[in-house]
């Protein structure tokens, strides 16, 4: 049975850091990409980060590039985003993804509140 489930999520205040972590499971989680991606209310789902099967290459979207970093351990079969430099508009709910070629697996979400 597959899972991914995601951990780490809550309220932050603006400045503050995040780490979340996605543990997976029922997959060959070293053979996957692994991404994060976000759905802030009335918005569509999007990609934030994602890094390769080896850990060896990653990218981010514009708008994290800089403040968030993204990690896997393929031993551990978890993946993390740290998140640092929070900004209200970061306020999303995050979800892991495994993908490779037509397999494509999500985790059910973490909350992220970045408020005053």
């Known amino acids: 049975q597959v899972q991914l489930v995601e951990s780490g999520g809550g309220l932050v205040q603006p400045g503050g850091s995040l780490r979340l972590s996605c543990a997976a499971s029922?997959?060959?989680?070293?053979?996957?990409?692994m991404s994060w991606y976000r759905q802030a209310p009335g918005k569509e789902r999007e990609l934030v980060a994602a890094?390769?099967?080896?850990?060896?290459?990653?990218n981010y979207a514009d708008s994290v590039k800089g403040r968030f970093t993204i990690s896997r351990d393929n031993a551990k079969n978890t993946v993390d985003l740290q998140m640092n430099s929070l900004k209200p508009e970061d306020t999303a709910v995050y979800y892991c993804?495994?993908?490779?070629?037509?397999?494509?697996?999500w985790g059910q979400g973490t909350q992220v509140t970045v408020s005053s």
């Open positions: 029922g997959f060959t989680f070293s053979m996957y990409t």
């Open positions: 890094i390769t099967s080896a850990g060896d290459s990653t």
């Open positions: 993804k495994g993908i490779r070629f037509s397999h494509n697996y």
